[in-house]
């Protein structure tokens, strides 16, 4: 009996051992640096499982900064910082958070704009079962928000991809649930990004969206994805913020280069844009 007893606890032990967990079931073994290419498989497959289950036939992305805000909304955030700023004038912290507020003020007609982008294209775009130019987010606030929201306000699918960063992004509550996903590799959600993506609006924002613009323009120009009309929003901001010409003129990119993209300040515009771009591309068809 004794020795019976023995045997048993010492299985129990074993099979208590981490080492026997199955490999599937092991959160220390799938969350250490041996299973990241399982990680990263997993990454690719799911979402693009997740498209094909809601007929996401193509997408178009839009891009833009977290801290645009709705104009209402910006216009208060002004409105408390001038009633504080009366009480203490010499507070230059306060002065230069007040000056920022206005300019994200000026900027929030941008997020009217990206919300009625988004509507224009989800109306005309997708239609019974099939799914066609579904605008697709980082899925957090400011611009992405707009542009889900657009979506959602005509009862049409769009898109989140969000991402796991150190300070915790909620996604804004106007993404498709069932096109909510969630990553943790930049690399996999950059190229879910484009895989679909028949067209890029970017929006004025900050690293994030230069990040996804330059990535976006960089893939085209070598080549290594087809061309698609890529906007940039709001023409007044984008060539304050860089100059192409002075690009051409350092020999560091070809004139013709400047042709991969285009500005728009209307949504309509950039809506017609995009859709002259694949009507011309199917006249030059053979």
Excluded at 73 to 82: F, N, S
Excluded at 194 to 207: I, N, S, T
Aim: aromatic fraction near 12%.
């Amino acid at each position: 009996m004794g020795k019976k007893s023995d045997e048993r606890k010492m299985v129990e032990r074993l099979k208590d051992s981490p080492a026997y967990r199955v490999a599937y079931k092991d959160p220390d073994f799938l969350d250490s640096g041996y299973a990241r290419s399982i990680r990263l498989q997993a990454e690719l497959m799911k979402p693009e499982i997740t498209f094909r289950v809601n007929n996401v036939r193509s997408t178009i992305v839009v891009f833009g900064g977290t801290r645009i805000l709705e104009p209402s909304e910006a216009r208060r955030k002004v409105q408390r910082l001038e009633k504080r700023f009366k009480k203490n004038q010499d507070d230059k912290d306060l002065k230069k958070e007040l000056a920022i507020a206005r300019r994200i003020l000026d900027k929030s007609k941008y997020y009217d704009e990206a919300r009625e982008f988004a509507r224009i294209v989800s109306i005309e775009c997708q239609q019974q079962n099939q799914h066609d130019f579904v605008i697709v987010t980082g899925g957090g606030p400011g611009i992405m928000e707009a542009a889900n929201r657009g979506a959602f306000e005509t009862n049409s699918k769009s898109i989140g991809l969000n991402i796991t960063l150190l300070a915790e992004q909620e996604p804004n509550p106007y993404i498709t649930p069932s096109l909510c996903l969630h990553f943790h590799y930049f690399a996999l959600r950059k190229m879910h990004f484009l895989l679909r993506a028949k067209a890029l609006v970017a929006f004025p924002g900050g690293f994030g969206t230069l990040d996804e613009l330059f990535e976006a323009l960089t893939l085209i120009q070598t080549r290594k994805i087809w061309k698609r009309p890529i906007i940039l929003f709001g023409e007044e901001y984008w060539k304050n913020f860089i100059d192409f010409d002075f690009l051409v003129k350092e020999g560091t990119i070809d004139e013709e280069d400047l042709e991969l993209f285009v500005y728009a300040d209307k949504a309509i515009d950039a809506w017609n844009y995009i859709k002259y771009f694949f009507k011309a591309a199917e006249n030059d068809k053979p």
